[in-house]
């Protein structure tokens, strides 16, 4: 079982920037594609970024382009999110999820595995 942890989520200005962290126990990353989700206050969850397994490529939400980063480090086994400019519809609460060998369907809901959530709140 694959057990995710993330952290770096909290209040921030609109405008300003956050880094959210992934380190999973149990397992390390390097063939797992990784994802962001975010699920607004009454909202469904839905797909920020995606970092595929094989080559590193890299998938977002039309929203966070130019704004969201998603990269990993298989060798400190984490992934991260950094987020800047950030606006008050990004509030939400962000999940990491993982999926062994994943192709395709990348920002689709359907991962394997799935961390606790932590609180991203931007204020105007």
């Known amino acids: 079982q694959v057990q995710l942890v993330e952290s770096g989520g909290g209040l921030v200005q609109a405008g300003g920037s956050l880094r959210l962290s992934c380190a999973p126990s149990?397992?390390?990353?390097?063939?797992?594609?990784m994802a962001w989700f975010r699920q607004p206050p009454g909202k469904e969850r839905e797909g920020v970024a995606a970092i595929s397994w094989t080559d590193g490529s890299t998938y977002y939400e039309d929203s966070v382009k130019g704004r969201f980063t998603i990269s990993r480090d298989n060798d400190k086994n984490t992934v991260y999110l950094q987020m800047n400019s950030l606006r008050p519809e990004d509030t939400a609460v962000y999940y990491c999820?993982?999926?062994?060998?994943?192709?395709?369907?990348?920002?689709?809901?359907?991962?394997?595995?799935w961390g606790q959530g932590t609180q991203v709140t931007v204020s105007s």
């Open positions: 149990g397992r390390t990353i390097s063939m797992y594609t």
């Open positions: 999820a993982a999926d062994y060998r994943r192709f395709g369907r990348y920002l689709d809901p359907s991962y394997a595995h």
